[in-house]
Each structure stands twice: as C-alpha cells, then as structure tokens.
C-alpha cells in the first residue's frame, strides 16, 4: 500500500489537506495528525483523491458536521473547524469557550453552530462572532450530556439526554417555559430507558427515539414502544460467537433488562444509533445485537451472518440514492437492500472503529477512535475498485 504522507505545516490545496494534528498545537499532547493520500482506489477523480485520512491519536470524533466548504468535527478534545479548500483549522475547547471538551452533536441551525456535549450541556456557536452561549440544566434540560438534537418543520426542538427528552416547544430556548422533560416516570413507560441516544423525524409527523431500553415514538401527543421481545436486535445465540468481547458496559442496564447473566458486549434493547429512510423505514444499529429495520410493522435484523462487518453498529446515515451507511466496531459498510459492501482498512481506511457518519451529496466523511476519513467522491469508487459488492 503506498501512502503519501503530508507535513503537519504545509497548507496543502484541493487535491492534498492539512494535517488536523496542528489543531492541537497547545495541546501537551505529542502531535499527531498527519494526513495521508494513496491507499488501494485512491485514484484521483475529478482532482481529488478518492481517500484522504487523518490520524489524531488516541482522539475519538464522535459528530461529523458538513457545512458547505467547512466541515465541523466534534472530538474528545473539543471542536475542529476544517476548511477543505485551504486546509486552515481552528480549534474551540474549554480554553476558548467551550464548556466541556468531549463533543458528541453537531448540527447547523440557521446560522449558528449547535453542539452537543459530554457534561456540559448544550454549546452554541455564532461563527461570525466565535462566541457560545449556552443551556444547560438550570435552563431546562434533562441533564448536561447530550447526545443528539433535531429540530422539526415547526420549530419544536428534541434534545437527547441522559436523563429523558427534551421538547422545546417552537424552539425558544431562552424561555424557561418553552422547556419539557419526556422520562420513564411521566410516560408511564412510554418512553422506555432515560438514556437517550438517538432522535430522527418520521415521514409523518412523528419522531422516533433510540434509547438503552429500545425504539420509542412519538405521535400526536401519544408514546409507543419496541422492545427485543417486539423483534428488535438479534438474539444473543445467534451472535455470541461473533461479538467475542467480555463487557460489564452499563451493566445496571443489563440487570433491568433481566440480560445481567450474559457476559459479552450484548444488549438488543440498546439502540446506539437511529436513522430513518426515505421510505420511512427506521433503521436503529445496536449494542451488538447488529442492524434493525423496523417497517411500521415489523422488524427485519441484519448481523455478521447476513454480511454486516460486526454486530455493533454506532453511527448509520440514510443516503440520497436509497442505501444506508453504516459504521460500526468493524469499519464500514453500505447496503443496498440486498448486499452489504465492506468498507475497511484494505479500502484505506485509518479507522477500524467507526463512530460518526455524515454525507452531503457524493462526500462522505468518517469519524472514529484515532483519526478521520473523507471520501471526496463518495464511496462508488472503493466499491468499484474492489470489484462490487462483497
């Protein structure tokens, strides 16, 4: 395999990038950060390379932004702002306004830059002025982890905590009145588990919750909810010899769920990741447990055994021509209804754990444990080099 590997100093152009190691220069931390072109199907098309990674050491990037010619990363250690043409990088942590370093949402709204964080609450950022302004606890939300928010057609904001979620009714964060909190308790079960990890807008009005203790919905006012024993998540005999991994992961969890005895990195009810097609079909990843797609009806489960690279799947994103990324503790994947593609290391990829996804048009980029992936041209042309569909 041969890479080409760039300068952390050198302000490269379209066809090459900077190293986002440099966003780090005050970090103690040794440097890292190199970017590296080449790979297997790393031909240039169109003037670009088909892979270009980047290596940050033992950062995770857990939210991808795309933001036209700015793409957003939200890391372990703060946020990155990555202009793709120049290669000039910014970094916001706690030194310069950010309340916690640990970045697990990213989104634009309007003109501002919403970030989610691990403990301190929800970061707002005015690019054109740099500064935050924030909402945490004492401002209405569940509790200051947050790991995801969406805003719907009618200005109504969901935020998801670790203490239930949020609904901000016309997305008046600064009214404390605007703020309600959705749990176990006031749901009466509705909502199943507090912790919640994913949100995603259905087709008809209705919004569709991941949570550690399986798929929520909520319509018209009313809650509903999917558990394993509705079908969600595989069942652990026909995993277990693919998951391999001994895991006491939220293990009070496990006890609730009656799963306590079961050593492995295994929770059926435990959707990390949530996604919903064009179709309106919902797709929730799992706790090892592999790929749920839920009709409305009923559920269809995908795993090693049907071609999923692994059973844990942390990051799925819905693209425009119908097929579903999927990232996950094995690398990559794209399916098209019928056959799973493996996207991995031998594609040039730096990452084998992938936890972030985002696409604008033909770009996808991938975040995870130690580095980034930006496919330029998308992920046609590593399919193709491969020789199809494995």
Do not use: C
Not at 75 to 86: A, F, I, P, Q
Not at 137 to 145: P, T
Not at 164 to 189: H, I, P, Q
Not at 302 to 313: C, E, K, Q, S, W
Request: hydrophobic share 40%; glycine share 16%.
């Amino acid at each position: 395999m041969t890479m080409i590997k760039k300068s952390l100093i050198t302000a490269v152009i379209i066809s090459t990038t900077a190293a986002l190691g440099a966003a780090f220069a005050q970090d103690p931390a040794p440097a890292v950060g190199d970017a590296h072109e080449g790979a297997p199907g790393a031909e240039a098309v169109g003037g670009l390379r088909n892979i270009i990674d980047f290596d940050m050491g033992s950062r995770n990037i857990k939210a991808i932004l795309i933001d036209g010619r700015t793409v957003w990363l939200g890391t372990s250690s703060g946020l990155v702002k990555y202009d793709t043409l120049s290669g000039a990088i910014k970094t916001y942590d706690n030194r310069t306004g950010l309340l916690s370093n640990g970045v697990f949402y990213l989104s634009r709204v309007g003109d501002e830059i919403w970030i989610g964080t691990y403990g301190g609450g929800l970061s707002i950022l005015n690019p054109a002025t740099e500064k935050f302004r924030d909402y945490n606890i004492q401002n209405g939300l569940g509790d200051a982890f947050i790991y995801d928010a969406l805003r719907l057609a009618n200005g109504d904001v969901w935020i998801a905590t670790w203490s239930g979620a949020n609904l901000v009714k016309g997305g008046d964060l600064d009214n404390v009145k605007s703020w309600n909190l959705f749990t176990v308790k006031n749901t009466a079960g509705g909502l199943p588990n507090d912790w919640v990890y994913g949100l995603a807008a259905g087709k008809n009005g209705e919004v569709w919750f991941a949570t550690e203790g399986g798929l929520a919905r909520y319509k018209n006012g009313a809650w509903k909810n999917w558990t394993h024993a509705a079908g969600l998540g595989a069942d652990y005999e026909s995993v277990k010899d693919a998951i391999g991994k001994v895991s006491s992961h939220h293990a009070r969890q496990k006890a609730d769920e009656g799963i306590a005895d079961i050593p492995v990195a295994y929770n059926p009810n435990y959707i990390v990741a949530l996604t919903v097609d064009g179709a309106g079909a919902v797709w929730a990843g799992t706790w090892g447990a592999g790929l749920s797609k839920f009709d409305g009806g009923k559920f269809t489960t995908y795993t090693v055994a049907d071609g999923l690279p692994g059973n844990h799947i942390f990051a799925l994103e819905a693209l425009p021509d119908g097929r579903l990324l999927i990232g996950g503790d094995r690398g990559a994947a794209v399916f098209d209804g019928k056959t799973f593609t493996h996207i991995g290391v031998h594609e040039g990829l730096n990452i084998t754990t992938i936890f972030s996804l985002a696409a604008s048009g033909k770009t996808i980029w991938m975040g995870g444990y130690g580095g980034a992936t930006w496919l330029p041209n998308g992920v046609d042309p590593l399919i193709l080099k491969k020789g199809g569909a494995q």
